[in-house]
């Protein structure tokens, strides 16, 4: 569990989630120690990783029902023909840009999930960093108004090394890895993301306990890395589950369920 520590408030403004189906959706963010009456204590991001087309557009429609944005992280080449699958639960369709394009242009998030998913902790680091650069150019020219200065980098497999973290702090603006599922509140200065997860079977006994370790805390940001739906990936959840999960989180004032990079942009 990860230690809280007590800090000042950090996040201060109004934060614009964007245009979801036309419809722009606001969620206030106010100071958690000003005393407002809805003040955003627990931060809930779900990560969705490894960009399979069936569950992204599923994702995609159940975060719009409830006018959110959600964190969808895809892998540059996953889409192209000679993409190798880097194991068993990644054989089914990938989305490409085309939808990745669509997705953002509905308000939702898409961030990088590696060039070819690799594991960057078992390749030199000199090889590490350059596919880490393959990722940001290919996302660069290929997603409409990408900037690696305003990206999170989603670690495939959460694995990294303190030298490539070290680096990739000075490429993106924050990168998720590996570690306690509960972060601190963010900071202008936060770099470094870690993340719980659950698999390869259902993950949604062990994402709701960690949801409720949350709720108890005075305040905290958990980051769940999620993967596909009904079946779909590593660590799948039911579509249903989701839906009920999102309307449930909703209805706690204390809660604002929102996409990594949006946080960081909101302090
Ligand atoms: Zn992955």
Request: hydrophobic share 40%; with cysteine.
């Amino acid at each position: 569990m990860s230690a809280i520590k007590p800090m000042k408030p950090l996040i201060n403004r109004r934060t614009m989630i964007g245009m979801l189906g036309g419809v722009t959706a606001t969620l206030a963010l106010p100071n958690i120690v000003s005393g407002k009456k809805t003040p955003k204590r627990h931060i809930i991001t779900l990560s969705f990783d490894d960009g399979f087309k069936k569950s992204s557009l599923l994702t995609a429609s159940i975060y719009e029902k409830y006018k959110l944005s959600a964190c969808i992280n895809v892998i540059a080449t996953g889409h192209l023909s000679n993409f190798k699958s880097p194991d068993d639960y990644q054989v089914t369709e990938k989305g490409d840009f085309g939808l990745w394009n669509e997705l953002k242009a509905r308000g939702h998030e898409v961030m990088p999930h590696g060039y070819k998913h690799a594991n960057k902790t078992t390749i030199p680091l000199r090889d590490a960093q350059d596919l880490v650069s393959r990722c940001l150019d290919f996302f660069s020219r290929n997603l409409k108004g990408f900037e690696p200065e305003k990206a999170i980098f989603n670690m495939p497999y959460n694995a990294s090394t303190p030298e490539l973290e070290e680096w990739l702090a000075t490429q993106v603006l924050a990168f998720r890895t590996g570690g306690v599922a509960i972060n601190e509140m963010p900071q202008k200065k936060t770099k470094k993301l870690t993340c719980g997860a659950f698999g390869p079977g259902s993950t949604e006994e062990h994402l709701e306990q960690q949801i409720k370790n949350l709720l108890a805390l005075p305040q905290g940001w958990l980051i769940y890395n999620t993967h596909g739906l009904d079946g779909e990936g590593w660590g799948p959840m039911r579509s249903t589950f989701l839906d009920r999960l999102l309307d449930r989180l909703m209805a706690i004032e204390s809660v604002a369920v929102l996409p990594a990079g949006k946080v960081l942009e909101g302090i």
